[in-house]
Nanobody, 121 residues
Framework: QVQLVESGGGLVQPGGSLRLSCAAS????????MRWFRQAPGEVREWVTT???????AYPDAVKGRFTISRDNAKNTVYLQMNSLKPEDTAVYYC???????????????WGKGTLVTVSS
C-alpha cells in the first residue's frame, strides 16, 4: 500500500514564503514523475508543477519564477518552495506521483490528501 502525505501548509501573509513536503511511503520500487496540484474553494483542481525522475521541471505561467519543485529520491520526498505568495495562491495543495510498487508491477498514479495553504493578511 502506497501513501503520499503532505505537510507544511498553513497561514502566511502576502509576499511570504512556505515550503510544502510530500513523503511517499509503503511498497515502492521506483518513483517516476512527481507533481503538485492545487484546488481553490469552488474551483477545479489545477496543475502547479512537475518534476520527473531526471530532475527536469515544468511550471505554468501562474507560478513560474515564484515556486520551485525539488525532490530527494533517497527519502522518496518531493518539496514545493513557494515564494512571493499571493492571496490567489490560497488553495488545498495536493501531491501526485507515478509509482511502481514492485519490480514486476505497472506504474500507478497516487494522490495525497492535501494540505491547506492560506495567503491572507
Amino acid at each position: 500500500q502506497v501513501q503520499l502525505v503532505e505537510s507544511g501548509g498553513g497561514l502566511v501573509q502576502p509576499g511570504g514564503s512556505l515550503r510544502l513536503s510530500c513523503a511517499a511511503s509503503g511498497s515502492i520500487f521506483s518513483i517516476n514523475a512527481m507533481r503538485w496540484f492545487r484546488q481553490a474553494p469552488g474551483e477545479v483542481r489545477e496543475w502547479v508543477t512537475t518534476i520527473d525522475n531526471t530532475g527536469s521541471t515544468a511550471y505554468p505561467d501562474a507560478v513560474k519564477g515564484r515556486f520551485t519543485i525539488s525532490r530527494d529520491n533517497a527519502k522518496n520526498t518531493v518539496y514545493l518552495q513557494m515564494n512571493s505568495l499571493k492571496p490567489e495562491d490560497t488553495a488545498v495543495y495536493y501531491c501526485n506521483a507515478d509509482i511502481m510498487p514492485t519490480r514486476l508491477s505497472r506504474t500507478l498514479n497516487y494522490w495525497g490528501k492535501g494540505t491547506l495553504v492560506t495567503v491572507s493578511s
